[in-house]
C-alpha cells in the first residue's frame, strides 16, 4: 500500500510538481492534491492509486517495503 509520504517524496526525487503526476496518471489535480493530503496509508480506489503507482514506477521509483516506508529512484 501506498503513503501519501511515499508519493510526495516520490514526486521531489523526480523534481515534480503536483501537476507533473497528474498529467504522468492520468488523474486530475484535485485528485493528486486529495491523496497527498491524507495521513498514512491512501484510502482511495484502486484504480487511482495504481495510476499513480505505474507514473512513478515508470520513472524509475521504487517503493520500499521490507516492513520500511519508503521511496528510491533507480535512474540516472
Known amino acids: 500500500m501506498l503513503t501519501a509520504e511515499q508519493i510526495k517524496a516520490a514526486r521531489a526525487l523526480l523534481s515534480w510538481g503536483q501537476r507533473e503526476l497528474a498529467e504522468a496518471s492520468g488523474l486530475s489535480l484535485p485528485t493528486i492534491k486529495r491523496v497527498e493530503a491524507a495521513r498514512?496509508?491512501?484510502r482511495s480506489t484502486p484504480a487511482t492509486i495504481?495510476?499513480?503507482?505505474?507514473?512513478?514506477?515508470?520513472?524509475?521509483?521504487e517503493f520500499i517495503r521490507n516492513g520500511v516506508v519508503g521511496v528510491t529512484c533507480r535512474r540516472s
Not at 50 to 61: T, V, W
Open 40 to 42: 498514512g496509508t491512501i
Open 50 to 61: 495504481m495510476a499513480i503507482r505505474k507514473a512513478l514506477e515508470a520513472e524509475g521509483i
